[in-house]
C-alpha cells in the first residue's frame, strides 16, 4: 500500500469517527487497539493487520472494502437499506436488533 492510499484510509476514518462523535483515545479504547497506533493508522504512518482492520471495520461501523479502497461493494438491487445496517452489527446488535424487531411486531399486532 502506498503512503497516498495509507492517508486515505486514516481520512475515511477520521471522518467517519468524527461521525460517530469520538475521540481517537475513545474509538481504539472500542476497537481494542493501541490510541498511538490507531493515531498513526489515522495519519497514514502505520498500515493494518487483517486482525486490526476488522477491528477497525466493526467499531467504525465501515465495510473493509469502503475503508480500503474507498468505495462500496455493489449491493443486489433488492437488498434493503435494513439489510445494509444489519450487514454492519456485531452478532450482539445483531441480537439486540432481532428482540426490539421482535418486540415492535408484537406490538403493532395490538
Known sequence: MTKQERIAV????RQQRALLGLTREQFAELADIGAGY???IEV???QMSIDTLIKV???SRLSMEYILFGEEQDRPADQTSLQALLDRCSPRELRLAEKV???FLLRSDL
Request: aromatic share 6%; no cysteine.
Open 44 to 46: 497514514g504512518t502505520s
Open 38 to 40: 490507531y493515531g498513526q
Open 57 to 59: 471495520s466493526r467499531t
Open 101 to 103: 424487531l421482535q418486540l
Open 10 to 13: 486514516g481520512h475515511r476514518l
